[in-house]
């Protein structure tokens, strides 16, 4: 099963440390693994209505951890890989050794089980599974 990384949270409360009801915790992080699917905007959108960001793994452990979902985007140059939330450059370059596989039109990352947590490039437009992240300390403010 394919995933793209985003949330979508129907009712949760931010605890003031920790994460909130429904995230699952790992390392400095609270991730929330969506149930539908949704284009990668659309997921962006839905992540940051929650006040998080679609999950952007920075070392295999954590895309292990995450191991169906990622995404990037090389939208502004072909194989320049950013993270969409602060526009760096990827510092793990974790893509399975058939990828990417230089279609100008995948422009998104996913995790496939198949790759073991190794990256393979998607279009954007492509609907998946997605997965939110967020600081796992909160401001205490309650959503929902």
């Not at 998080?52 to 890989?81: G, T």
């Not at 596989?101 to 198949?114: D, E, G, I, Y």
């Amino acid at each position: 099963m394919r995933f793209l990384l985003v949330l979508f949270l129907l009712e949760a409360c931010i605890c003031a440390k920790g994460c909130e009801i429904g995230w699952i915790r790992f390392q400095s992080k609270c991730y929330m693994f969506s149930h539908t699917v949704a284009t990668w905007a659309e997921a962006e959108s839905l992540c940051s209505a929650f006040h998080s960001v679609l999950a952007e793994p920075r070392s295999h452990e954590e895309s292990m951890f995450l191991i169906s979902h990622s995404e990037n985007e090389d939208i502004i140059e072909e194989d320049r890989w950013i993270y969409s939330s602060d526009q760096q450059p990827t510092k793990v370059n974790d893509f399975h050794a058939s990828q990417p596989n230089q279609h100008t039109s995948a422009n998104c990352v996913a995790l496939w089980k198949p790759f073991h947590g190794h990256w393979a490039d998607e279009p954007c437009t492509t609907r998946y599974n997605f997965i939110c992240e967020s600081p796992q300390e909160s401001s205490g403010d309650v959503i929902g």
